[in-house]
Structure formats: structure tokens, C-alpha cells
């Protein structure tokens, strides 16, 4: 007669049965694991190790383990979607560097790796923004031509225009400064007193190490500004286009210090807090832009301010 006591025996599991409850185990743990302590994600680190090496070991053994292999990288995936919360959770980039063990490579433990995939991730998303913002700028630019040359036909103001951009062109394009404080020159020549190009000028001059000179023409370009917020927006928003973003951040910040109602440096705060990376503080600079441009019925920079908040809010195309 059998042995009824048999059927209360815990059965023998299989290696391939434990695998994939390791990958279940793993995967319902997953969503929760970047709000949880940083013991708890390096604990799911081992757990990854470990499934890792059960495939290594199943599969050399023959072992057919097609499904299985992809939920294991679906997983991956879903913690490279998560990278930066994942390491915020850990403790940051050092911390994770000293619990990251010495003997893998980011190809076999991509997991052990989420410092260098987060700062990847951000790249591109600045990447994209600056692009964006780029865009923006181009379109403004393009309307200024527009009203310049076709609605104020004069021959100077085509003149300095044509050598302005052409001088804005060489930097963001060649960084050749020699080249392009020619081309404002002749920009100077069709329009001595055209504050714009004096503050192009001094910024060239100031990146090619003549300061003193900078200074100079800086100071006529003061002198002949309508109030002291035009100067330094004007430099910062040059900067900002030649990639020189920290400078171009002091400078609005500056403006805004001084001139807390100054829209269009809440806009150009906004642009490089975002190529910066920095997107809470890019959305909270383009909001309060938004807000004084249409308060002060600067209809274009609230279009613009809205148009390139639009892209940094969440959902929205900055995201990885």
C-alpha cells in the first residue's frame, strides 16, 4: 500500500524551477527597489550576480533557456530606465564604486554600472535640450532678420546683421574667435554704436585672452546702453550659444539678483539650467519667465518661454 506520508515531502526543484522563480522573485521586487534602503538595492545587485551565474552554469550544462534569458534582460533594461533613482537610492557614484566588485565589467554586470549609465543618460537628455533650446533661439533670430532686412530694409542694418550672424556662425561652428572678431568688425563699421555687436566684441576679446581690451569696449557698450540689464543679458546670451554655459548662468543670475523682474534673464537662467542637466531649476526659471513676459506683454518670449518649458515638464521629450 503506499505511502501517503510521501505526498507531504517537499519536492525536488529543478535548477531551471529555480531560476525562474529567482527571475519572479526579482521582477516583483524591481518596481519598489529605488525608493527602498541602499541595503536593499546592493542586495539586489548579489541577487543579479547570482541569476547571472545560474544561467552561465544551466547553459553550459545544455540547458535551453531562451525565455528565461529574456526576462533577464527585460529586467536589465527596466534598471537601466531607472539608473539614476537606483544609484540615488545606493548612495551615489561613490558609494556604489566601493561596493561594485573589482573583478566584473559593465558588459556581464551592466547593474553594477548605473553611475556610468545615469551620467549617459543625462548626457543625451542636455544633449536634446540644447538642441531644442538651439532651436528656439534660431527661430527668434530668424524673425530679427526677418524685421531687419525685409520690414527695415536699411543697408546698415543688413549689413551688421549679415556680419553679426556670420561672426555667431564661426564660433558655435569652428570656435574660430580671430575670424569672427573680424566679421564684427566689419558689423562695427556699418553700425559704430550698435550694442550688440560691441558686447560680441568684448566677449571675443575676452576669450582671446585681451581682457583689458574686453573691458574697454564693454564699458562703451555700457555707455550706450538704455538701462544696465541689457549689457550682461546680451553676454550671457552669447555665451550660452558658444557652449560657455557656467558664464552665461552668473551673468543671468546677476541680472536677476539685481533685477528680479527681468524676464528674458529668467528665460536665458532657464536655457542653461537646462543644458546644464539641471531641470528642476530650468522648469522654475522658463515658469517665471512665462509669468513676467505676459505680465509685461512680451508676447514672443512668453511663446518661447512656454514653447521650451513644454519640453522639460514630465512626459514631456527630455526624458530617456
Given at each position: 500500500m503506499p505511502d501517503k506520508s510521501a505526498f507531504l515531502q517537499p519536492k525536488n526543484i529543478s535548477p531551471a524551477e529555480q531560476l525562474r522563480a529567482r527571475l519572479t522573485a526579482?521582477?516583483?521586487?524591481?518596481?519598489?527597489?529605488?525608493?527602498?534602503?541602499?541595503?536593499?538595492?546592493?542586495?539586489?545587485?548579489?541577487?543579479?550576480?547570482?541569476?547571472?551565474?545560474?544561467?552561465?552554469?544551466?547553459?553550459?550544462?545544455?540547458?535551453?533557456?531562451?525565455?528565461?534569458?529574456?526576462?533577464?534582460?527585460?529586467?536589465?533594461?527596466?534598471i537601466a530606465r531607472h539608473a539614476d533613482r537606483l544609484l540615488h537610492a545606493i548612495g551615489g557614484a561613490a558609494k556604489l564604486r566601493s561596493l561594485r566588485p573589482a573583478d566584473i565589467?559593465?558588459?556581464?554586470?551592466?547593474?553594477?554600472?548605473?553611475?556610468?549609465?545615469?551620467?549617459?543618460?543625462?548626457?543625451?537628455?542636455?544633449?536634446?535640450?540644447?538642441?531644442?533650446?538651439?532651436?528656439?533661439?534660431?527661430?527668434?533670430?530668424?524673425?530679427?532678420?526677418?524685421?531687419?532686412?525685409i520690414l527695415k530694409p536699411d543697408p546698415a542694418?543688413?549689413?551688421?546683421?549679415?556680419?553679426?550672424?556670420?561672426?555667431?556662425?564661426?564660433?558655435?561652428?569652428?570656435?574660430?574667435?580671430?575670424?569672427?572678431?573680424?566679421?564684427?568688425?566689419q558689423a562695427l563699421a556699418a553700425m559704430p554704436n550698435d550694442v550688440d555687436s560691441l558686447v560680441f566684441k568684448a566677449v571675443l576679446l575676452a576669450q582671446m585672452g585681451e581682457n583689458s581690451k574686453a573691458e574697454t569696449v564693454l564699458a562703451r557698450a555700457k555707455?550706450?546702453?538704455?538701462?544696465?540689464?541689457i549689457v550682461p543679458i546680451a553676454q550671457a546670451r552669447l555665451l550660452q550659444q558658444m557652449g560657455k554655459t557656467g558664464e552665461a548662468l552668473s551673468l543671468a543670475e546677476?541680472?536677476?539678483?539685481?533685477?528680479?523682474?527681468?524676464?528674458?534673464?529668467?528665460?536665458?537662467?532657464?536655457?542653461?539650467?537646462?543644458?546644464l542637466g539641471e531641470i528642476p531649476q530650468a522648469r522654475e526659471s522658463l515658469s517665471k519667465a512665462a509669468e513676467l513676459a505676459l505680465a509685461?506683454?512680451?508676447d514672443s518670449l512668453y511663446v518661447i518661454a512656454k514653447t521650451n518649458l513644454t519640453y522639460l515638464l514630465p512626459g514631456g521629450n527630455t526624458g530617456d
Open positions: 526579482l521582477e516583483n521586487t524591481l518596481p519598489d527597489l529605488p525608493t527602498q534602503p541602499a541595503a536593499a538595492v546592493q542586495t539586489f545587485f548579489g541577487e543579479m550576480d547570482a541569476t547571472r551565474q545560474q544561467f552561465s552554469d544551466l547553459t553550459a550544462a545544455g540547458v535551453d533557456l531562451t525565455p528565461e534569458l529574456t526576462r533577464f534582460e527585460t529586467i536589465q533594461s527596466r565589467s559593465r558588459e556581464t554586470h551592466p547593474w553594477w554600472f548605473v553611475d556610468e549609465i545615469s551620467a549617459e543618460q543625462k548626457a543625451r537628455a542636455r544633449k536634446r535640450i540644447f538642441t531644442i533650446l538651439g532651436i528656439a533661439g534660431a527661430i527668434v533670430l530668424a524673425v530679427v532678420i526677418v524685421f531687419n532686412t542694418v543688413v549689413a551688421k546683421t549679415r556680419h553679426f550672424q556670420t561672426a555667431l556662425d564661426l564660433v558655435m561652428e569652428q570656435q574660430d574667435y580671430p575670424a569672427a572678431l573680424a566679421e564684427i568688425e555707455s550706450l546702453a538704455a538701462d544696465d540689464t546677476g541680472v536677476i539678483a539685481a533685477h528680479p523682474d527681468s524676464a528674458e534673464a529668467w528665460y536665458l537662467a532657464g536655457q542653461a539650467h537646462a543644458a509685461q506683454g512680451n
